[in-house]
């Protein structure tokens, strides 16, 4: 989870009084955030991946005035109209497909802003961007820059000065020697052209999602930012966008509209959300008046009136009823909720089928072997048309929010490959497994097991397979079988006692170029749940 520091006398200012250091390591641990320290000058805090909005000093400072009545209640943007226009290249559409702007004007970028700025754009990109594959975000002088602009693509040997270079570089060579490039070069493997924007003039503002331009640099001369968020999600840019500026304008500054292909950037209205009374009491076992749920919802940036919330659009973490109500539990206070002991008597014990995954995967840390854990919720893309399947029985996501996340998972080697492709940065062999669940007609368990590395062959992850079955001692056979993931010939059915319960063999090498893959792969997926029914 990532952790910000935070300029004591700054927050001080934000929040327009000063706060005994006991009352807030007391509250900023009640927020719903991890307090690491409090010194005479700074604030160390670890924030939830499920919070953005309080990765910077502004957006911690909103949600903390909030919380301890200073300012509570919903707090609204304006958004201000303007001509500022740019527009997309159809080109981007396979590389980097959306882009959304604004301006911000008014920007006294002193010390505590520009350090504050600077964090929450690296803690936004490595988070909620996911290290800016999914999103990342350029702040540029306004004044430096000719509308209306461009985002387009261009060759790799386009040329330009990037930030903090005195001289110019191809978009090749600036993977190659910035140390930025070096950093996130993995972005664009695979692409002919890289993503840019362009302004009215030509002349360069950024290679997306890596550097800026030198000419559109910021400086403490500035007072006008122009700011861009590209990425392969629309909604997270939509976030990021909005908990960029909102925070800025919390510094005094003036958002202003850009038309991005005529629809206007960022779009700060609140969102309504229906909040059932009768939902909220049964959840937390309280009794509370609508005026008291109004009074706890104000303590978290939130309106309440007859039944319907309304929630300002820097929360991305209140999806539904259900995260209204934590927030309610928070502002009510962890603390003042009363134990109680359940009048039911029950003596607890191992579930048997855990002992028993537990046991396997004891032996593959044994072997070597690193556990992961990658999330039940996936996507249609690499859990079939990446793993060159034609068509897999998924169950979807009604009204998914993200193209990330909108199918359960059907089985688990996608996952362990899209771990891999992260990691290929790091030597080689690479040796991992989990064990988690799949979700088909019903839900089961399953381990998968990848080894990555030049000389890996069937007979590796086989022997893999006999230490596993022997130690529980069963024997087995594997037929030769199809399955369009993996190389014909090598690759097998897996039966136990008459039962089919896994399918083992080596990538096939298309699945391995649409993960940006090089080396090759033998993979082993087993059905633990029928597994333990057969020991």
């Known amino acids: ?17 000063t706060i005994p250091d006991e009352k807030l390591k007391d509250r900023i641990s009640m927020l719903g955030t991890d307090l690491e320290k409090v010194t005479d000058k700074e604030i160390e805090v670890e924030i939830f991946p499920n919070r953005p909005d309080m990765l910077s000093t502004e957006g911690f400072s909103r949600a903390l005035s909030s919380f301890i009545g200073i300012k509570k209640g919903l707090k609204e943007y304006k958004v201000n109209k303007s001509s500022y226009r740019s527009k997309k290249d159809s080109k981007v559409k396979n590389v980097r497909p959306f882009a959304i702007n604004a301006v911000v004007k008014n ?41 209306p602009l461009t985002y387009t693509t261009k060759p790799t040997s386009f040329k330009f000065k990037p930030l903090e270079f005195k001289n110019e570089l191809s978009l090749k060579e600036i993977l190659e020697r910035h140390p930025k490039g070096r950093d996130y070069k993995e972005t664009l493997e695979g692409f002919k052209e890289y993503p840019i924007w362009l302004d ?55 958002i202003y509209e850009v038309k991005v292909d005529n629809i206007s950037y960022p779009d700060l209205k609140p969102k309504k959300l229906k909040l059932n009374k009768s939902y909220v009491e049964k959840t937390l076992g309280l009794k509370l008046t609508e005026a008291k749920i109004k009074e706890l919802l104000s303590k978290m940036g939130i309106s309440y009136s007859n039944g319907d919330a ?95 996340y909108n199918v359960l998972r059907a089985w688990m080697i996608p996952s362990l490959l899209e771990v891999l492709k992260n990691n290929k940065h790091y030597d080689y062999p690479q040796k991992i497994f989990e064990a988690g ?17 030049s000389k890996v062959t069937f007979t590796d992850i086989k022997q893999i397979l006999d230490v596993i079955l022997n130690s529980l001692d069963l024997t087995y056979e594997i037929k ?40 090759p792969i033998a993979a082993l997926e087993l059905n633990l749940t029928d597994l333990f029914k057969l020991k």
């Open 480 to 519: 030769e079988t199809e399955h369009d993931s993996f190389i014909p010939g090598r690759v097998g059915r897996v039966s136990c006692k008459g039962k089919e319960i896994a399918y083992i063999g080596e990538i096939h090498p298309k699945v391995l170029d649409n993960f940006s893959l090089e080396t």
């Open 437 to 453: 669940t799949v979700f088909t007609s019903d839900e089961k368990t399953r381990l998968a097991i990848s080894l990555a590395h």
């Open 107 to 147: 920007i006294n970028l002193d010390d505590a802003t520009i350090k504050s700025l600077m964090q929450v754009q690296e803690k936004l990109h490595a988070s909620h961007g996911r290290n800016r594959k999914k999103v990342s975000i350029g702040v540029y002088d306004l004044n430096k820059i000719k509308f």
């Open 1 to 17: 989870m990532p952790t910000i520091t935070i300029d004591k006398k700054d927050l001080m200012k934000l929040l327009g009084r």
């Open 310 to 404: 309304l929630i300002p659009t820097y929360r991305t973490d209140i999806l539904s009823e259900i995260d209204l109500v934590e927030d309610i539990a928070i502002a009510y206070g962890y603390e003042n909720f009363i134990p109680e002991i359940p009048n039911v008597s029950t003596i607890a014990k191992e579930s048997e089928f855990e002992i028993f995954r537990n046991k396997i995967c004891n032996i593959l840390a044994n072997l070597g072997l690193i556990e992961t854990n990658t999330y039940n919720l996936t996507n249609k893309k690499s859990q079939v048309e990446l793993m060159n399947l034609k068509k897999l029985k998924l169950v979807e996501i009604e009204n998914a929010l993200n193209e990330d």
């Open 200 to 254: 009215s003039t030509n002349q360069v503002l950024a290679l997306v999602p890596i550097i800026n331009s030198e000419e559109t640099k910021v400086d403490k001369k500035t007072k006008e930012l122009f700011i861009d968020v590209t990425g392969t999600d629309l909604k997270a840019c939509e976030q990021a966008l909005n908990i960029i500026t909102t925070s800025l304008a919390d510094r005094g500054g003036k």
